[in-house]
């Protein structure tokens, strides 16, 4: 669930979208407790902290961490 929201917030940021992108940043974090404490835990939560960072610098670009990059 923490990666859907955060595919999704990710992708209403570069939409220009920020209310729905924050909405779901929010969803991603209330579901954070659920990942494992391994490799793609650590890499959800950086990813949502990464998308948080960039939508609040107003950045549209695809990031770094992006699968699709």
């Known amino acids: 669930m923490p ?3 955060l ?6 940021r570069r939409l220009q979208q920020t209310e729905p ?3 779901h940043l929010e969803l991603a974090r ?3 407790d659920q990942l494992p404490d391994n ?9 949502v902290q990464h ?3 960039a939508l609040a610098a107003g950045n549209t670009q695809p990031l ?3 699968p699709s990059t």
């Open 7 to 12: 595919n999704l917030a990710d992708d209403y």
């Open 51 to 53: 998308v948080a960072d």
């Open 3 to 5: 990666s859907l929201h």
């Open 21 to 23: 992108a924050y909405e």
């Open 30 to 32: 209330k579901h954070l």
């Open 64 to 66: 770094e961490s992006s």
């Open 39 to 47: 490799p793609y835990g650590n890499l959800i939560r950086s990813g």
